[in-house]
C-alpha cells in the first residue's frame, strides 16, 4: 500500500503547516508519494517520501493529474490535500481535505472574477463543480463549511466533519509574557481578509482619541499596494500598527505572546486556524459574527465585519472591558504590602 498526498497547490500559510502535521505523524513503514508544490518547503517528517515538484502552472498540474491517475492502484490511500477533486477518476479511493470556502459561498460561473482577474479562483471554481463526483469523500473541519460543500456538492456527497490543527502555539507563563501589542492579525492580504475595513476601524478609533496597537503580518511584496495604503493612513492619522513581512511559522508562538488579543475580521474562512491558536495563547478573541468563527472559538466581542463602524465600537467595548479588569496579585504582593502598612 502506498500512501499519495497530493498537494500542489499548498506552499504557505496554514494549508501548509497542516499538510506538514500530516506529513510527521506517518507510519515509519509506509511508502509515501509527495505530490508537492514547487515552492513548497519541506519539514523533516518521519515517513519515507517520494517527493514528486509539480510547478504552479496549468501544464504542469495537467500532467501531474495524468500521470497520478494511471499509477495509483485500488489498494492505495489517495489524500488529496489541495481542495480540487482528480480531474481524472482514478482507481484509489481519493478523498478532498476542502479548506477554500471561496469555491463553495458565491456562483459557480462568477463574472466579477473575470473583471477582477482573479483568474485562477473562476477557473477552480469550474474545476471543482464539473469533477467533484471523482471524489469519493470529503474532509472539512467546520460544521459550517460541511453545509456550504453538502449544497454545492448534494445529498449524496460524503462528508466527514474532522477538525485538526497543529499543537505549535503553547501559552507562556504569566510572568514570562511582555505584551507590546494590544492586537494581532496574522493573515495574508487577499480580499476576503478584509485588511480595508480594519485599517478604516482604526481610523474611526484615532478620531475618538484612540489608538491601540496593531500588529499586521503581510508581505510586503506580495502586497505592496495594501501595505501601502496601511503606510499613508498610519501617517495622516498617527495609527499605532506595525507589519512584519515574512513571518516564519516558528516566529508565530512569540508574536501571540506578544499580543492582547486577536482581531479577525475575515469575511470567510474554512477554517479559521488564528482562532485556535489565538486561543491555545490564552488570547481574547474579538471577531466577525459569522458562522466559521462560532464553530471554533467564543469570541468576547463580535461585529459585522463589512462595517468598519461595527468593528472600531468592538474593539472600544474591549478596551473599556480590559481597563475595568481587576488586577491579580501575586503572594509577595500581599506580603509586601502588609510589611509596609
Known amino acids: ?21 500530516i506529513l510527521s505523524h506517518l507510519p515509519y513503514n509506509m ?24 510547478r504552479p502552472t ?31 477518476k482514478s482507481k484509489a479511493h481519493s478523498v478532498v481535505f476542502l479548506q477554500n ?35 469519493a469523500a470529503y474532509l472539512v473541519q467546520t460544521e459550517s463549511m460541511a453545509r456550504s460543500l453538502q449544497h454545492a456538492a448534494g445529498s449524496n456527497a460524503r462528508i466527514y466533519i474532522m477538525p485538526f ?12 509574557i511582555v505584551k507590546v501589542y494590544d492586537y494581532i492579525y496574522p493573515a495574508s492580504g487577499e480580499p476576503h481578509k478584509n485588511h480595508i475595513n480594519l485599517l478604516l476601524a482604526w481610523i474611526e478609533l484615532s478620531k475618538n482619541g ?23 493612513e498610519s501617517s495622516a492619522y ?27 475580521p475575515s469575511l470567510t474562512e474554512s477554517f479559521g486556524l488564528p482562532l485556535l491558536e489565538a486561543n491555545d495563547a490564552g488570547l481574547d478573541i474579538i471577531a466577525s459574527e459569522l458562522d466559521y468563527v462560532r464553530d471554533v472559538s467564543v469570541p468576547v466581542q463580535t461585529f459585522d465585519p463589512t462595517s468598519s463602524l461595527s468593528i472600531a465600537r468592538a474593539v472600544e467595548r474591549h478596551l473599556l472591558e480590559t481597563t475595568k479588569i481587576q488586577k491579580i ?8 504590602f502588609l510589611m509596609s502598612s
Open 31 to 54: 511508502i509515501v508519494n509527495l505530490w508537492a508544490d514547487a515552492r513548497y518547503a519541506m519539514s523533516e517528517n518521519a515517513a519515507k517520501i517520494n517527493v514528486y515538484r509539480v
Open 165 to 176: 490543527m497543529s499543537n505549535r502555539i503553547k501559552q507562556k507563563n504569566v510572568a514570562d
Open 101 to 135: 470556502r471561496l469555491l463553495l459561498d458565491t456562483p459557480v460561473v462568477d463574472l466579477s472574477l473575470i473583471i477582477k482577474r482573479n483568474f485562477r479562483l473562476f477557473f477552480e471554481k469550474i474545476w471543482f463543480r464539473v469533477w467533484q463526483r471523482n471524489a
Open 329 to 336: 496579585y501575586q503572594a509577595s504582593d500581599i506580603v509586601s
Open 58 to 88: 496549468v501544464i504542469s498540474r495537467l500532467i501531474a493529474e495524468w500521470t497520478i491517475s494511471r499509477t495509483v492502484k485500488p489498494q492505495d490511500i489517495h489524500f488529496i490535500f489541495g481542495n480540487l477533486p482528480p480531474l481524472f
Open 238 to 264: 498617527e495609527l499605532n500598527i506595525k507589519i512584519i513581512s515574512c513571518v516564519g511559522f516558528n516566529d508565530m508562538e512569540n508574536l501571540y505572546n506578544s499580543s492582547k488579543a486577536l482581531i479577525y
Open 1 to 21: 500500500m502506498i500512501f499519495n498526498v497530493v498537494a500542489y497547490n499548498v506552499h504557505s500559510g496554514g494549508g501548509s503547516v497542516l499538510l506538514d502535521e
Open 210 to 232: 484612540l489608538r491601540p496597537s496593531l500588529l499586521l503580518t503581510l508581505d510586503r511584496d506580495k502586497y505592496p499596494d495594501i501595505v501601502r495604503r496601511f503606510d499613508l
